[in-house]
């Protein structure tokens, strides 16, 4: 069995790109007033909804690992450190 991630949009950052719906259609939706949810705040780990969240303009999507809380997207800032050369 794969990871489970929890899915958060934070929607006071969500400018409404709509980047998310259209590199993963199955994982976000925007609503009337064109701000990003998830489709299942609860999902099976899934690379378009990384490159979703990697993509946002804005950083307003947030990805941990439902078990354990541990955070995917966005690296903190010791993991950002650590990467760069």
């Known amino acids: 069995m794969g990871d489970r991630w929890r899915v958060e949009v ?3 950052v969500c400018i409404g790109s709509g980047f ?3 590199s993963a259609p ?3 939706r925007l609503d009337a007033a064109r701000q990003s949810h998830p ?3 609860e999902a099976d780990a899934s690379e378009a909804v990384l490159v979703a969240a990697e993509g946002c303009p804005v950083e307003a999507i947030a990805i941990r ?3 354990s809380g541990e955070q995917i997207f966005p690296p903190d800032e010791e993991s950002r ?3 760069s050369p």
Do not use: A, H, M, Q
Request: with cysteine; proline share 6%.
């Open 65 to 67: 690992l439902l078990e």
């Open 26 to 28: 199955g994982g976000f």
């Open 10 to 12: 934070d929607r006071g």
């Open 20 to 22: 998310c719906v259209s």
């Open 39 to 41: 489709v299942e705040p």
């Open 81 to 83: 450190d650590e990467e």
